[in-house]
């Protein structure tokens, strides 16, 4: 692997832009505040609506639920399951879907909000739920599947997780030394070659593997944003930077003149006072990396997942889910007074196509492919 690097900080040909989002549903379970996730749109019941998961109903939980959000009546559906889902993914049929849980891939067929696990893939043996689970993955446009997984002891120097690539029964892992907490993965271009954009939470880093669909071949990595740097981040845009700066899940799509745009959560660990979160949009072209929006969500810092939801004839909308993963409780045994109320929501704003490219009438592709059953 290459060692990582800066972007270049040199100019910055846009005014980064604040963007307020409102905070549309709060579950009134608590345990379903607890760790919502995996947010992308979908295809239920031949509608099109958002989807997610909660990857586990408290702290000493062992289940979790699918879930399905429709924006346009504010109605949930929950799917529970027998484990901790971490990441799902449409299929090419209808009401099914590929779900990453425990240490297995599987797909589940969802009918009367009841489904069914059946195991594609058993990770390799250093999976070893429940302190080594699968938490964030993608399906590539060749159709293989990627799954990060995290040390739940979130024990950075043993790196005893890891993120595996599986190519036609073929696996592969992609850091040979290990992670702690596998996320945001999305395939973008860089000089004509596919790479694998992912993110070691940890890290602080969002780093582009060239990757062949040809053979599943995975090359040495380059980092292409590094969340530690801070002089980078506040020449872009002063005061979005803090110690906590941590790259969680991420949205990807390409726009009709060809530009590719990135969305990273920021999951802001800090819990001495309660904050707004945030969301940072980029453009990656071609590894190029230009800091381009902030998405503020107020009332609940710790950002987990932001999707794109666009329907024909509407514009299309940015959304982001948050988690609570036991603030709450820790702002009150502090005795620190704070309006909770939004900790663990689900927020949205419209997406302004002059800042995003998304427009009403499309021309934008998704970065969210389904899997091919």
């Not at 970065?367 to 059953?373: D, N, S, T």
Request: net charge negative; with cysteine; glycine share 10%.
């Amino acid at each position: 692997m290459s060692e990582p690097h800066s972007p270049d900080s040199g100019t910055v040909t846009m005014a980064v832009v604040r963007v307020s989002t409102t905070c549309r549903h709060v579950s009134s379970s608590m345990v379903q505040r607890f760790l919502p996730e995996g947010l992308q749109q979908v295809y239920y019941n031949d509608h099109p609506i958002l989807g997610g998961v909660h990857i586990q109903l408290g702290q000493e939980a062992r289940q979790g639920n699918l879930w399905f959000f429709n924006p346009n009546t504010d109605d949930m559906t929950i799917v529970p399951m027998t484990g901790r889902p971490a990441w799902f993914r449409a299929t090419t049929q209808p009401n099914q879907y590929l779900v990453g849980m425990e240490n297995t891939v599987g797909l589940v067929a969802v009918q009367d909000a009841t489904g069914t696990f059946v195991v594609k893939h058993t990770l390799p043996a250093k999976v070893t739920s429940p302190r080594i689970m699968i938490n964030d993955g993608c399906v590539a446009p060749n159709n293989d599947i990627i799954c990060g997984c995290k040390d739940f002891d979130f024990d950075i120097a043993a790196r005893l997780a890891g993120t595996f690539c599986y190519h036609e029964g073929n696996v592969t892992e992609l850091e040979a030394s290990g992670e702690t907490c596998g996320n945001g993965n999305a395939f973008i271009s860089i000089d004509g070659v596919s790479h694998l954009l992912h993110i070691d939470t940890p890290t602080k880093l969002v780093r582009a593997y060239p990757y062949d669909f040809a053979t599943g071949a995975v090359g040495a990595a380059r980092s292409l944003i590094d969340f530690g740097n801070q002089a980078w981040f506040e020449a872009a845009c002063p005061g979005v930077w803090h110690e906590m700066l941590l790259p969680d899940g991420v949205c990807h799509w390409t726009t009709a003149d060809r530009r590719d745009k990135l969305v990273v959560a920021v999951f802001d660990a800090r819990s001495d006072a309660l904050r707004n979160g945030q969301a940072l949009q980029f453009d990656v072209t071609n590894g190029e990396v230009k800091l381009e929006v902030v998405y503020e969500i107020p009332g609940s810092p710790k950002v987990t997942h932001p999707a794109v939801f666009a329907t024909p004839g509407q514009r299309p909308q940015l959304w982001f889910t948050t988690a609570d993963e036991g603030l709450i409780e820790t702002l009150a045994a502090a005795n620190i007074q704070a309006d909770t109320t939004n900790v663990g929501g689900l927020f949205m704003c419209e997406a302004d196509p002059g800042l995003t490219g998304l427009h009403v009438d499309g021309g934008w592709t998704s970065g969210v492919i389904p899997y091919k059953v």
